[in-house]
C-alpha cells in the first residue's frame, strides 16, 4: 500500500519542533497586528470601561481645590516725588536679581504668617487640622483600647502616641501648608508676578490671595518706614558728632592764628614774590657794577706804579671830563712851548712862562688822575658793599617768604578741615530734614494690578482630563496585553498560525456548534441544521475526493491530539457526506471510549469492530447501516480484556475465564486481522472513515495509521497546545504515518470574524485545488 498519497505527506515536518519563518516574518505585519487589536476591542473597552468607572470612583473621594489668583506689578524704582533721592536700603543691583528677590520674598515664611494672622487660619474649618474629617482607621488607638486589659503586654513597647498639638504646632502647621499650597510665578517675560492659592474653600483661597498681595505691599512699606527711622536715628547720632569735629577743627585754626599773629592768609605775607624779583633784579645790576668796578679798579691798580701816561690811558681814566681837559691843557702847553723853544733861547722868559706852564697843567693832570683813580677805587669798594647789602636783603627776603609760605600751608590745611567738616554737617543737617520729610511717602514698590477673585470652577481634580489620560493609559495597557496574550497564547486560533507553524495543508475551519448534544453533532451533517458546519463538511470531502483523483485514499484516519476535540464528530459528519456519493463505511476504533454505538442508539453489547478482530463475530454480524451509511461500531469489549495502562496479560491455566477474556486494545489493534480485514472492506465500499483514539494518549492511532491511506488531523482552536500537536505529528511523521491534512475545529466564527482571519469569509471563497 502507498503510504505516500500526496506530497503534503512527503514533506518534513521540521516545524514540528522548530518552526520555520519565511523572510515576511522579519518585517513587522501591520495587518496582523491590527487583527490582534481588533479581536480584543470588546476586550479592550471593557478593560477601559472599568478603569474610566474606577478613576471616576476614586475623584469623587477627593476633596476639589479652587484657586485663587493675584497679579502683582514689580517696579525696580519708585519715580523721586521731589528733586532729591529718598533714602532707602534698595540694594538690587539688576532688574532679573531684584524681581528674584521680589519672588523669594512673596514665598518667605514671613508674609505666610502674617496672612494666617490676619485671616485667623488657625481657627477656620477649611485649615485648621483639629476641625478636619478624622481618619477612620486608627491601629493605635485600636490597639492600645485592646491592651486596657493587659491582654497584650508586648503593646507596652510600642511607642508612645504624639501628644496633642499646641497653638503654636498648629499655627506652624496651618503657616506650612499654606505655604506649600501657594504658587508664585513670573507672567511671561513681564515684572508681573502672579500670586496663586489652591485651598478647597473658593472664598479663602481668593481672600488668602488677596491678603497675600497686601501682605507683601503692607511689608515693604514697613521696611521702608523703618529703614528712614533707622537712618534718621543714625544721621541724629552721626550729626552730633560731625558738629563736634567742626567745632574742633574751628578751634583749632583759631588757635593757630593766635599763636602765629595771623589775621589771614593775605595778611601773613609782608613781602611779596614781586618784590623778591625787584631786589634780585638789583643784585644782578649791583653784581654787574661791581664787576665793572672790579675791573677798572684792576686797571689802575695794576698801572699805579708806573708812567702817568700809560695810567691816563686807562679807559675808566681817559673818559673823565677833566682828565681830558687837563691832557688838552698839557698838549696846549706843549705845543707853545714846543714853538717858543724854537723861536726863542732857553732863557727867553716867553719860553720859560710857557715851560712854567708846561709843568703847572702836567702837575694838575697827575693830580686829577690820581684823583680819578682814587675814585675808581671807592667805585669799586661801593659797588662791593651795595652787593653784600642786596645779597643779604635777598637772602633775607627768601627766608622771609619760605616761613610764610610754610605758615600759609598749615593755615589752609586747617582752614580746609574746616570746610570740609562745614560741608559735611551741612549736608547731614540738609539730608536729615529731607528724610524726616519724606519718611511718611508711599514708597512700596508694588502695586496689584489684578486681585483675585472667587474661582467658580475647582482646579483640581480635572475630572475630564483625568478620565482622558486614564482612558488612553487604559487602551494602551489594553492594547499591551493583548499584545502579551496573543505572544503567550500556546493555541491555534488561525489558519495561518496551522501552515506556518505545523507545515501542513489546512483542510478545513469547522465552526463552533452551539447547543448541541452529542448525538446531533454527529448527525449534524444529515439534518443540515447548521448550513456553515455542513459547507466545512463539504470543504473536507473535497479536499478527499480531489486527492483521491492522483492517489487513492481509500482509508482515511480520523484522530487528535487528546480527547474532546471533535474527531468523533468529524468522522462520523464525513462519512455521512461521502455516504450520498459513493459507498462508505464508518469504522469506530476508538476501543477505550466508543462513541459511535452512544450516537446512533445501537445496544451496548452489539458485537463490532474489536469483536470481529479477536475472532468472536463475523464481519457481516457487525455491521450496522443507518440511512445510507454502513458503520461498524467499536463492539463489546469486557473490561479485563482492556489493559487502561497496555500492560499485556498472558492467560493462566488455572483461571478458565481466560479463555474468554479477549487481548488489550494494543494486541487487538496490531494482529494481523486488522490488515486482513481492511483489505476485505477495500472491496467492498469506496471509502472506509476509521475514528481513531488520540494520538497522545495512546499509540492506537500509530497502530492504525499503518494501515490508512490518509490521516486527518483534528485540532480544536484555542484550546490544544501547539507543543503538544507538533509532538504528536512528528510522532506520526516518524512512523510514516500519511498524514493528508488539519482540521481546524470549533472555531467561534463571530470572533473569528472580529479578528480579521481568513476563516472567516464565505465557506464558498475557499480554494480547494491542491496546493
Not at 512 to 534: G, I, T, W
Request: glycine content about 2%; hydrophobic content about 40%.
Amino acid at each position: 500500500m502507498d503510504n505516500s498519497p500526496s506530497t503534503y505527506v512527503e514533506r518534513p515536518l521540521q516545524a514540528h519542533l522548530h518552526p520555520q519563518h519565511s523572510e515576511e516574518s522579519d518585517t513587522i505585519d501591520l495587518l496582523k497586528l491590527w487583527r490582534v487589536i481588533w479581536y480584543a476591542k470588546w476586550n479592550i473597552a471593557w478593560f477601559v470601561v472599568l478603569c474610566c468607572a474606577l478613576a471616576v470612583a476614586v475623584l469623587s473621594f477627593i476633596t476639589p481645590q479652587y484657586l485663587g489668583s493675584t497679579t502683582l506689578l514689580i517696579k525696580e524704582k519708585t519715580p523721586p516725588v521731589l528733586t532729591f533721592q529718598q533714602v532707602s536700603d534698595s540694594g538690587a543691583s539688576t532688574t532679573t536679581d531684584y524681581l528674584q528677590t521680589q519672588q523669594a520674598l512673596l514665598q518667605s515664611r514671613d508674609l505666610a504668617e502674617r496672612v494666617v494672622k490676619k485671616l485667623s487660619l488657625t481657627t477656620h474649618p477649611v485649615t485648621d487640622p483639629r476641625q478636619q474629617t478624622q481618619a477612620w482607621f486608627k491601629p493605635r488607638q485600636w490597639l492600645s483600647d485592646l491592651n486596657a486589659g493587659q491582654w497584650l503586654p508586648w503593646l507596652a513597647y510600642l511607642p508612645p502616641e504624639k501628644p496633642a498639638p499646641t497653638e503654636q504646632d498648629i499655627f506652624n502647621d496651618v503657616t506650612q501648608n499654606l505655604m506649600l499650597h501657594t504658587t508664585v510665578k513670573f507672567v511671561g517675560k513681564s515684572q508681573l508676578i502672579e500670586i496663586a492659592v489652591e485651598l478647597p474653600d473658593p472664598d479663602l483661597a481668593a481672600a488668602a490671595a488677596n491678603a497675600l498681595a497686601l501682605g507683601y505691599i503692607d511689608s515693604q512699606l514697613d521696611t521702608s518706614l523703618k529703614s528712614s527711622q533707622t537712618t534718621t536715628n543714625w544721621m541724629n547720632t552721626r550729626l552730633v558728632e560731625l558738629r563736634s569735629n567742626l567745632r574742633a577743627a574751628e578751634d583749632k585754626l583759631q588757635a593757630y592764628r593766635e599763636e602765629q599773629g595771623l589775621v589771614d592768609v593775605d595778611g601773613v605775607a609782608t613781602i611779596s614774590a614781586n618784590e623778591l624779583q625787584m631786589t634780585g633784579n638789583r643784585m644782578i645790576d649791583a653784581r654787574r657794577n661791581r664787576a665793572e668796578a672790579e675791573s677798572q679798579f684792576r686797571q689802575a691798580q695794576s698801572l699805579s706804579n708806573g708812567d702817568m701816561s700809560r695810567l691816563s690811558s686807562v679807559p675808566a681814566v681817559l673818559s673823565n671830563p677833566l682828565i681830558q681837559q687837563f691832557q688838552a691843557e698839557v698838549a696846549k702847553a706843549q705845543a707853545k712851548v714846543e714853538e717858543l723853544s724854537g723861536r726863542y733861547g732857553s732863557k727867553h722868559p716867553a719860553l720859560i712862562s710857557a715851560q712854567s706852564e708846561l709843568r703847572t697843567a702836567q702837575t694838575s693832570l697827575r693830580l686829577q688822575v690820581q684823583q680819578v683813580v682814587a675814585g675808581i677805587e671807592r667805585q669799586y669798594q661801593l659797588a662791593v658793599a651795595s652787593e653784600g647789602a642786596l645779597q643779604k636783603s635777598f637772602n633775607t627776603n627768601k627766608a622771609q617768604i619760605q616761613n610764610i609760605s610754610r605758615k600759609e600751608f598749615q593755615l589752609r590745611e586747617y582752614q580746609r578741615e574746616v570746610d570740609s567738616s562745614r560741608a559735611l554737617y551741612e549736608t547731614f543737617v540738609t539730608r536729615l530734614k529731607e528724610t524726616s520729610a519724606t519718611s511718611d511717602m508711599d514708597s512700596a514698590k508694588a502695586r496689584v494690578v489684578d486681585p483675585a477673585i472667587t474661582p467658580v470652577e475647582p482646579s483640581k481634580p480635572h475630572k475630564t482630563l483625568i478620565v482622558a489620560i486614564v482612558a488612553v493609559v487604559a487602551s494602551i495597557i489594553g492594547v499591551a496585553l493583548a499584545f502579551l496574550f496573543e505572544t503567550l497564547s500556546n493555541t491555534f486560533r488561525t489558519d495561518e498560525s496551522i501552515e506556518s507553524i505545523l507545515n501542513v495543508p489546512l483542510l478545513s475551519v469547522v465552526p463552533l456548534v452551539m447547543k448541541k448534544s452529542r448525538r446531533q453533532l454527529a448527525r449534524l451533517f444529515e439534518d443540515n441544521d447548521n448550513p456553515r458546519f455542513s459547507e466545512t463538511i463539504r470543504n473536507l470531502r473535497t479536499w478527499l475526493m480531489l486527492q483521491s483523483t492522483e492517489a487513492p485514499s481509500q482509508v482515511v484516519l480520523v484522530t487528535s491530539t487528546v480527547p474532546g476535540e471533535g474527531k468523533s464528530t468529524i468522522a462520523n459528519n464525513l462519512a455521512s457526506s461521502l455516504a450520498p456519493l459513493e459507498r462508505v463505511l464508518l469504522i469506530d476504533a476508538d476501543l477505550r471510549q466508543p462513541t459511535l454505538s452512544l450516537n446512533f442508539d445501537f445496544p451496548p453489547d452489539s458485537p463490532g469492530f474489536a469483536n470481529v478482530i479477536a475472532g468472536t463475530a463475523r464481519l457481516e454480524d457487525c455491521i450496522r447501516t443507518v440511512g445510507n451509511l454502513d458503520m461498524l461500531p467499536a463492539g463489546s469489549v469486557s473490561p479485563p480484556a482492556l489493559d487502561l495502562f497496555d500492560t499485556p496479560r498472558l492467560p493462566s491455566p488455572n483461571d478458565p475465564l481466560d479463555t474468554l477474556r479477549q487481548p488489550p486494545a494494543q494486541d487487538l489493534l496490531s494482529s494481523p486481522r486488522v490488515a486482513r480485514m481492511l483489505d476485505v472492506l477495500k472491496s467492498r465500499y469506496r471509502h472506509i472513515v476509521i475514528d481513531s483514539p488520540p494520538a497522545e494518549m495512546v499509540s492506537d492511532a500509530l497502530l492504525l495509521a499503518k494501515h490508512s491511506d490518509a490521516v486527518i488531523y483534528v485540532v480544536k482552536a484555542q484550546s490544544t497546545p501547539i507543543d503538544q500537536v507538533q509532538k504528536s505529528l512528528a510522532m506520526l511523521q516518524q512512523n510514516h504515518a500519511p498524514v493528508f491534512g488539519v482540521v481546524l475545529n470549533q472555531v467561534d466564527l463571530r470572533k473569528a470574524r472580529k479578528y480579521g482571519n481568513s476563516h472567516s469569509r464565505s465557506f464558498y471563497d475557499y480554494d480547494f485545488a491542491p496546493r
